[in-house]
């Protein structure tokens, strides 16, 4: 199951093309990875770390790294996006502007869809994103 795709209850379609594209790369750059099987330590880190990267404030979020230190969420995000920008620097320019798109939400926390969500609507969140996902039912036929 692959948590860290970026749903966007803004988009009509529930997910931007490019965070489509950037899942596929991730991918990619993850198959192209040497690594060893998680033992007891590292699984535990894992879901510290999952836990973690779940809360709203990434600029108040830190992520264990395998050497024990603890680094803010948004460095640990842009360290792993930079690496993935290394494997593929040969790439066409749409797939350098997905890896830029993603970065740049890790830096400007108002380009995050969830800030976006909360500028928009609030506390009326539930209540406008269930009117909103009616709508959308309606659009669709649903």
Known sequence: ELRMIDLNPLDEDGIELQ???FL???LIWLASLETEPLGEKGQETAIENQKAAARLNWEE???RTESG???PLTEALQAVL???RQTFREAD?????VLDYQYE???????RYAMQVIERYGKAYLKDGIRRAEELQEAFGV
């Open 61 to 63: 979020t830190g992520i």
């Open 19 to 21: 965070d489509m594209r």
């Open 82 to 84: 930079e690496k993935m």
């Open 69 to 71: 230190n603890t680094v």
């Open 93 to 97: 320019g749409e797939d350098k502007a």
């Open 105 to 111: 939400k890790t830096a400007d926390r108002n380009r």
């Open 24 to 26: 596929q790369l991730f």
